[in-house]
């Protein structure tokens, strides 16, 4: 009966379940169905879970694909073109790092962006990737990455001032 | 409070947590699917075993059956085939009372045919003989007939090789014949200076 012991997998626990329950409501903006996608994605990864090793990442994998399920369902996505002609050096991932807001608005910032801007934010600011890798999980070119970096920069400095206060709310 | 973009979305996330509740509901999730788990790695492993011991029992029965054949099996297919000949009587090819004659005719074969010394009255009974086989082997037939009672019997001769007849009683050792009966007819069988014999009764 050794062999049992062997494919029992591992479980996560409460640390990683609030990790991965984090990226969940970054994609979703919503508590409630940021623990119903990392639920369904759980379910998903138990049905077929033996003799994965870099679990983290496969789950986080199913999360990703589920919410795009989900989304391609309700809305049809919409990537924009990249001019790959265009100077990439101005608005790499680090260049975010510039952006100074006030903390409160944060929910206005990931209100303004799409699900996959907030993705890229993600993944840069809590896992700490860099652009290719960032590009390497999403599954996506590098220069669409650099290109939604560079629109994500241009919605928040259009709508946060240099104090990193809503234009808009002050208008109002 | 003002700060960069990054710093923001960590503070903001850390403040985003699972409920205690939602964490039990997750775990109580893993768990039944670690029990599923083990359960179907039990049924698997029982069956991976089920499979491994049938195969065994095959292999064992196919070597056993065709293979291997036991010695008592060997022994009655020997007497049955003794005995299906003996009662055939099939024409001699060669009359004579003495071995010496006969073994001139037995020129075929690859060993020579001798006096067995548990058939002392061999040559006072002794008619003929012909080319037989038995089992595949080529083998001597002698043919003899009580003189008194004109009882006819049949013995086989060839060459003794267990790989072909499994273990025998050898006289050699100091063993006495197994004693198989066919058709209702008693045959003797035995191995003698490096030959088989077989004989009807």
């Given at each position: 009966m050794a062999g049992l012991a062997v494919l029992k997998f591992s479980m996560f626990s409460e640390t990683e379940l609030n990790q991965l329950y984090r990226y969940c409501y970054t994609l979703t903006r919503d508590q409630t169905s940021a623990y119903d996608l990392l639920h369904n994605a759980l379910e998903k990864y138990l049905a077929n879970s033996q003799n994965i090793t870099a679990k983290k990442a496969y789950l986080q994998k199913i999360i990703r694909n589920l919410f795009i399920d989900d989304l391609r369902a309700s809305q049809r996505r919409e990537f924009v073109s990249f001019d790959?002609?265009?100077?990439y050096a101005d608005f790499d991932i680090q260049t975010l790092e510039s952006i100074i807001i006030n903390e409160d608005m944060i929910e206005k910032v990931l209100a303004l962006l799409s699900p996959v801007e907030r993705e890229i934010l993600y993944f840069w600011a809590i896992e700490g990737f860099s652009t290719a890798e960032v590009a390497e999980i999403m599954a996506m070119p590098k220069g669409t990455i650099l290109s939604k970096i560079h629109r994500m920069r241009i919605a928040i400095k259009q709508r946060f001032d240099f104090d990193g206060n809503d234009q808009r709310g002050q208008q109002q | 409070m003002k700060q960069s973009i990054k710093q923001a979305l960590q503070h903001h996330l850390q403040q985003k947590s699972l409920s205690g509740k939602q964490v039990k509901q997750l775990h109580r999730l893993q768990n039944q699917a670690d029990e599923q788990n083990k359960t179907g790695n039990k049924i698997t492993w029982l069956m991976t075993m089920s499979i491994v011991a049938t195969l065994i029992l095959s292999v064992l029965v196919l070597y056993s059956v065709v293979i291997q054949p036991d010695k008592n099996n060997m022994s009655l297919l020997i007497a049955e085939e003794v005995v299906s000949n003996h009662l055939k009587l099939k024409p001699l090819e060669i009359k004579a009372n003495q071995l010496q004659e006969i073994n001139q005719y037995f020129s075929m074969l690859d060993f020579v045919p001798i006096h067995s010394d548990r058939l002392p009255e061999f040559s006072e009974k002794l008619v003929g003989g012909r080319y037989c086989s038995l089992q595949g082997i080529t083998a001597a037939q002698f043919r003899l007939q009580d003189t008194e009672s004109g009882e006819i019997q049949t013995l086989y001769e060839t060459i003794y090789n267990p790989k072909i007849f499994n273990n025998l009683p050898n006289l050699d050792a100091g063993e006495e014949p197994i004693t198989v009966y066919a058709k209702g007819i008693q045959v003797e069988i035995w191995v003698e200076k490096g030959l088989l014999f077989a004989q009807t009764h």
């Open positions: 790959e002609n265009q100077d | -």
